[in-house]
């Protein structure tokens, strides 16, 4: 099986100067140096999309069956997890979720800096319902304190289950390779991670502070994950595309890394060899002065 996670590509190797255990900061360091950068992009993005339309509930008609709008970006955060767990392995792709979630704290707190400026929202001129409606915004914009600190919970828990599930199902598979392969990883890690998700913020904040039972938390996670299961589905053939030209992108670097240090030997055996050329014709060199001052002695012993 073909593995490029981080580990396996020696990357800490290289940082540490030796065959050593990869550090989470040597890690770290090579994730963000490697990363393509629109992953980074749709994982903040996401990140910061879901929580925001998960203001909007959607009227799907059915009581058991509780969705948001957050719904329309969770797929892409997941997805990109994925695509990054097989390009880089578990543990790097959790600590990008640990960075995109901190990038999401940041906006939260740009919202809320922006909800208590004073001013009118340009929805709110509504004759007569400026005040209500502008402060509605003010409030979806700024955020509740609970609603963030159980979404972060959830979407760590929900990350780590991801990645390593993900990783843990991939060193199963006799061939890695291909579609199949890199659907079953990503559908089976989706559906858990995704359950888990909407399982804990669901105990942590709806049963908590909206008075929800257990039996509608476990509903609205199962349900709730079965719907962004269906979205990772349609868009995985793109996930896989992009995990292709990772991939195939990081051979051709390994590929230029190894001909640079063949490159780099020889021109050392080549230095090396110049050397020893110069150093043999510098003694020759005075090893023939020294037979010269020699003959011009002996002669001036003889004439004397």
Sequence with gaps: MLSFSLAALGSAAHETGGLKKPSVVSDFRYLLRNTPPLIVAMMILSIVGMNLLA?????????????????????????????????????????????ALVANWVVALIFFIASIIPGMWSASY??????????????????????????????????????????????????????????????VSTFVAQVADNLVFAILVSQVFFGWSLLQCFTCALTGALMELLFEVVFSPLGYRMTQGILAERSDNA??????????????????????????????????????EASRFASDRREE
């Design 255 to 292: 590929n230029d890394i190894s001909l640079g240090t063949a490159a780099r030997a020889a021109n050392d055996v080549a230095f090396s060899g110049v050397a020893i050329g110069m150093r043999a014709a510098r003694v020759g060199s005075a090893t023939q002065i020294a037979l010269e």
């Design 55 to 99: 203001n909007k509930s959607i009227d799907t008609g059915l009581d058991w069956l509780a969705l948001d709008c957050g719904i329309l970006f969770s797929w892409m955060c997941f997805l990109s997890m994925d695509v990054l767990t097989r390009c880089f392995g578990p543990r790097a792709t959790t600590l990008l979720s640990i960075v």
């Design 126 to 187: 509504v004759e007569g319902s400026e005040a209500i409606i502008n402060g509605s915004l003010d409030g979806m914009f700024s955020g509740t304190w609970f609603i963030i600190l159980g979404s972060s919970v959830a979407f760590i828990v929900s990350a780590f289950i991801n990645n390593y599930l993900n990783a843990a199902i991939g060193n199963r598979l006799a061939d890695d390779t291909g579609f199949g392969a890199f659907a079953l990883r990503s559908y």
